[in-house]
Structure formats: C-alpha cells, structure tokens
C-alpha cells in the first residue's frame, strides 16, 4: 500500500505531489496577496473602485439624461405641429367647402371672394404662430430677404433699387428667412 501512503500524504501538503524540493511560497500561484498589500495601498484600491462607481453612475444618469431630453424634445415638435395643423384645421375646412361647390350654380366671382377668404384666413392662422409674410413693393432691394428675378428701368435716380414687382412673396418664420421673396428691381441709368 505505498500508493495509499503517497496520496493521503499530498492530501496532508494541499493536494501537491510530495517531492523533496525546496519551495519559494512568494512566487508560487495561489499565494495570499492580501498578506503583502499594505494597508496604504488598499485604501487606494478602495478610493479607485469607489471613484470607478461614481463614474459609472454618472454615465449612466447622463445617457438617462440624454435620451429624455431626447425624447422631451421630440414630444414638444409633435405639441407643436399639433397645434399648428388645429389652426390649420378650419382653413381646409373652407377649401372643403369651396371644391365642393356646383361649378354651375355658383358665380365665379363668389368662388373667387371665397377662395380669397380662405386664403387670408390660413395667413391669418401660420402668422398667429410667427408666420411673416415679405411682400417687398416699393421697398429697398435687400439681398437677405429677397431674390431679384429680373430688371426693370427706374424712371429716377431716387426709385434706384426699389422693387417693382413681387413675383412670389418670400416667408420669414420667427427671424429664420424661409423662403426669399422673387422680386423685380428697378435700376437707374442715364
């Protein structure tokens, strides 16, 4: 029973192989590392894992955070848009009414009052939300907001880069230039 003897002695030295060789615990895997941290460098460790967490925290609270904003946002553009189609809502409610007309009973006249009507009102409805019109006649030429399609000879120098003629009104939406108005400008020359 000499095998017996040799595994009930490993079993007696932590499961390794008796052998007579000598043994550097220091080196050998498995040694105690908390013997040889001094209480200094715990401390560290300590401070390290604990500023690792408030990091980790506050990562996740800023990308919580971001998405809300996120979606905040996102919310107020539909608040938005919602209440600008409800202005909108009576405005194509006329036009309902007006393309449903008898074209042969009604005065073509009267639809064209009613057409005008409708028009105003919408104006009326996006100016209500900062909607400005730029419908420059007779004003000065201002490149920023207008957009000269052709010429036309002044009759004075005083009437020198006035605008004759708006071929189609530009849109100014709470200072952001939308859509710049099509002009017609004069120009002086002897």
């Known amino acids: 029973m000499p095998d017996d003897f040799r595994t009930s002695a490993s079993k007696e030295q932590g499961g390794r192989p008796a052998d007579d060789s000598p043994r550097d615990d220091a080196t050998e895997p498995g040694a105690d590392d908390a013997a040889a941290v001094s209480p200094a460098e715990a401390a560290l460790k300590q401070q390290l894992d604990d500023q690792r967490d408030k990091y980790l925290r506050l990562a996740a609270e800023f990308d919580n955070f971001r998405k809300r904003v996120t979606r905040e946002r996102q919310d107020v553009v539909v608040r938005a848009q919602g209440d600008l189609i409800r202005q909108l809502l009576d405005s194509v409610d006329d036009l309902g009414r007006v393309t449903s007309v008898d074209a042969e009973r009604v005065d073509p006249a009267a639809l064209v009052t009613g057409v005008d009507a409708v028009h105003k009102k919408l104006l009326r409805a996006l100016s ?14 201002n490149p920023e907001l207008h957009e000269a399609v052709t010429t036309e000879r002044a009759l004075s120098p005083e009437d ?3 605008i004759a003629q708006v071929y189609q009104p530009g849109y100014v939406f709470h200072g952001q230039l939308l859509r710049p108005a099509r002009v017609v400008v004069k120009q002086w020359s002897e």
């Open 128 to 141: 209500s939300v900062g909607l400005e019109v730029v419908n420059p006649v007779d004003q000065p030429f």
């Open 160 to 162: 020198d880069h006035l």
